[in-house]
């Protein structure tokens, strides 16, 4: 059945270049989002709503998706991102401890981020680099056999 | 071009580099060398290069399987063998280039042949190679994944070929008789799955990749797809061919950028030598490829809720049947496999499946890897035939356990796993065996625990990630999980009930029957090997409330040894929740209703005057 998308016309210029290179299928959605938060920095609820007209399905299509994946961002995130692992090899070797010295020294339990938007802190289920458990990935990069010292020190010198 | 002109072509291209011989410095860079310090390496070799008047081409390899020893570097030329080194860092990199190219004498941790040489034993000497077979990690660090020459030159694509000259029929039946299962965990036989999406009628199917490795501690997939990835690639277009498939598909995690951005290449450069895209070596069989990156839900691994996530939906599994092989994805018939799997077949069609056979135990066909992880003393990447025995892996291949401590337990299998005790060290590791221990195969990780590790603590940590990757559709699984989580919490807290152990079962029995996926089917495994090989664990979290591995935080109690303490005020000024009372140059007193036991004064006593218990 052929749905009318019913999500207001909302315009966001960041976007322009990115959705005209999605073709308007269900089977979209989830590269189109990814690239959004690309773009944005997370999703925000005007993207949703031109994703949601862009791709003609309704927006609590989106918004079911984007609740449902943990990669999607609500919320606008910190500048620096700070992941520690908690697959279970990091677990057994002290990941509990990092998350702790991490969110002390930053004020901010995981899931938050700094007021002034420098830091988000997050716990990913596996980065896969379990032989150098315990592993914090910090933009990007990713740290092996980290202590709650080091990567406290990573903070301060990103500071 | 015919395969036999691409083949002499790759090899000419990649003779320079598959001589070893010639001088070349060869780095180990999949995520695990790089979080170790390949990267730094690499920035830092054209400097030292420079300062030794050095003109030597460096290369980026895949992963040796030799984790602990990251980073790895392997040199060439210089009249001498080819030798690895171990743990090489941007300060000795200079020493040992300048050792091993000028006249010194370079401590290496092996040969890259099969010579030892002096003290230096050969790679396939060390002790972690003991027992090893390497089938789908034959390529590992001994060529650049991102060249499609070094791949072709090593007989890749020799598979596919040769598939190509059968019917769709001979290639399912060469894996039939190969006996290959399905590596990702439940060991479905490969050909039965084929043979189904096979018979099925249809104008367009589907042939999909499984490279959602969510299970935390495991990168089997990671590193087959960073170190190799024409491999599986090669593997999914002779599948794709025996089903009649014309799209494919893998489903990558989003965590793995490197894993990500290599099979991109490797299907870019398959495309552009003809054995990907339409009229694959002129056999009339077209094939396309496209990659979806995952965003982060374990749940899709299970393959109706990876069809869904595809689809652009909520990646919740359905019942079956229908099974996928009869509506898959967009409702037609697809096949799924995972990545190790796939990187078989190519060995196992040029080869021959009988050859394959040779390898594992009667049920249990061919080889599988492990990434041995936790507390081992070498940790890595490891291919051993089916069948082997755990103590040879936890204490040959891995080197036992660290720092003096005692074995307790080694967890295959993941979330979905459970912990196999030291009385089952002999259980030979097959599909069959693991079941019957409680336990499951999996895809193939292996997180050893010792004697500092609190069996209801890694119960209740993977109840905790299952619980919060139930995609929340059956009920068996959204309350079950939760109510499990709830129970083992009280129990790490220290406020748990008598009789809580049993209801403990009852629940996770209820919750495996009950559940609609994989997913809820095995989350309840941790709980239940656990509480049957470690009940005494359990019970004295929840008759004496103590957690003999000092691990649940709930259970610890804080006190001041009044002889020891000076009363300098340290641990006073250094408690966040004003638990601490007393007078300085007196006994401090810690209240422990107000402790939160974050260990702070405990790591600020200079007098060793707290204790924990």
Redo the contacts between chains.
């Keep these: 059945m052929k749905r009318r998308s019913k999500s207001p016309v909302v315009h966001l210029p960041e976007l322009d270049g990115v959705l005209p290179r999605y073709t308007r299928?269900?089977?979209?959605?989830?590269?189109l989002?990814?690239e959004i938060q690309d773009t944005l920095g997370y999703i925000s609820p005007e993207a949703m709503q031109v994703t949601a007209r862009h791709?003609n399905?309704p927006e609590s299509?989106v918004y079911?998706?984007v609740t449902?994946?943990?990669?999607?961002y609500l919320t606008r995130q910190g500048r620096h991102k700070v992941k520690v692992c908690?697959?279970?090899?990091?677990?057994?070797?002290g990941a509990v401890e990092i998350i702790?010295a991490v969110s002390a020294r930053l004020g901010i339990k995981p899931g938050e981020t700094t007021e002034d938007f420098e830091f988000s802190v997050e716990r990913?289920?596996?980065?896969?680099?379990?032989?150098?458990?315990p592993?914090v990935v910090i933009d990007?990069k990713?740290?092996?056999?980290v202590t709650p010292e080091m990567a406290v020190r990573m903070l301060d010198e990103l500071v | 071009m015919t395969f036999a002109d691409i083949q002499s072509r790759a090899q000419a291209a990649a003779a320079p580099f598959l001589d070893s011989s010639q001088p070349r410095i060869l780095v180990g860079a999949s995520t695990c060398g790089k979080a170790a310090g390949a990267d730094d390496l690499l920035a830092a070799l054209p400097t030292h290069l420079k300062e030794l008047g050095l003109a030597i081409e460096v290369t980026q390899v895949g992963c040796l399987g030799l984790c602990y020893a990251e980073p790895l570097v392997e040199l060439r030329g210089a009249d001498r063998p080819p030798l690895l080194f171990n743990g090489v860092t941007t300060e000795s990199l200079g020493k040992i280039l300048a050792a091993y190219y000028r006249d010194g004498e370079p401590e290496a941790l092996a040969t890259m042949t099969d010579q030892p040489c002096g003290d230096t034993p050969a790679f396939g000497q060390l002790p972690m190679l003991s027992g090893q077979i390497r089938v789908v990690s034959r390529n590992f660090g001994r060529i650049d994944p991102e060249n499609i020459d070094h791949y072709i030159a090593r007989s890749g694509y020799a598979g596919l070929a040769r598939a190509l000259d059968m019917d769709p029929e001979q290639v399912i039946e060469e894996v039939r008789t190969s006996g290959l299962r399905g590596r990702g965990g439940a060991g479905f036989p490969a050909a039965i799955k084929w043979e189904l999406c096979c018979n099925e009628e249809a104008g367009q199917k589907y042939m999909i990749c499984n490279a959602d490795e969510g299970d935390p501690g495991a990168f089997m997939d990671r590193s087959v797809l960073e170190s190799d990835p024409h491999s599986t690639l090669e593997g999914m277009i002779i599948g794709a061919y025996a089903i009649g498939a014309s799209e494919g598909y893998i489903y990558v995690r989003a965590e793995y950028p490197l894993a990500i951005e290599r099979v991109e290449k490797a299907i870019a450069q398959a495309t552009e030598y003809g054995l990907l895209g339409d009229d694959i070596l002129g056999s009339g069989f077209s094939f396309h490829v496209k990659i979806k990156e995952g965003a982060g839900a374990f749940v899709c691994g299970e393959e109706t809720a990876m069809l869904a996530s595809i689809e652009g939906r909520r990646g919740m599994p359905r019942t079956r049947p229908p099974f996928p092989a009869q509506s898959g994805l967009f409702g037609k018939p697809t096949n799924i496999n995972n990545v190790e799997t796939l990187a078989n077949v190519p060995v196992l069609m040029e080869h021959g499946g009988a050859a394959f056979a040779e390898n594992g135990t009667e049920r249990s066909r061919g080889t599988k890897t492990f990434a041995l992880a936790g507390k081992i003393a070498r940790t890595g990447l490891i291919e051993v035939p089916l069948g082997t025995s755990l103590r040879h892996i936890v204490f040959d291949i891995g080197g036992g356990i660290p720092d003096e401590k005692t074995f307790k337990a080694v967890q295959t299998g993941g979330p979905s796993g459970g912990c196999i005790p030291a009385e089952l060290l002999d259980l030979p590791v097959d599909y069959e065996h693991l079941a019957e221990a409680g336990a499951i195969m999996g895809s193939g990780g292996m997180v050893v625990m010792d004697e500092d590790t609190c069996m209801v603590d890694v119960a209740r940590y993977f109840l905790e990630f299952t619980q919060a990757e139930s995609c929340g559709k059956c009920v068996p699984c959204r309350l079950g999980t939760r109510q499990l989580l709830l129970l083992m919490n009280s129990m790490a807290r220290g406020d748990s009930k008598p009789g809580d152990i049993d209801l403990v079962l009852d629940v996770a029995h209820a919750v495996k029957a009950g559940s609609l996926c994989g997913l809820g089917q095995t989350a309840p495994n941790p709980i239940l090997t656990t509480v049957k090989y470690f009940r005494d664990e359990y019970e004295s979290h929840v008759k004496e409330r103590r957690c003999r591995a000092h691990k649940c935080e709930g259970l610890l109690r804080y006190a001041v040894v009044a002889d020891a303490c000076t009363g300098c005020t340290a641990c006073f000024k250094a408690c966040p929740a004003e638990a601490i009372t007393g007078e300085p140059r007196k006994p401090h007193i810690i209240d422990p209703q107000k402790c939160i036991r974050c260990d702070a004064c405990f790591q600020v006593c200079k007098f060793n005057a707290i204790t924990k218990s």
Aim: proline share 2%; glycine share 10%.
């Design positions: 299928e269900e089977s979209q959605l989830i590269p989002l990814q791709l399905v299509s079911g998706v449902f994946y943990s990669q999607f908690q697959g279970t090899a990091c677990h057994v070797r702790r990913v289920a596996c980065f896969g680099s379990c032989a150098l458990a592993v990007e990713v740290y092996g056999n």
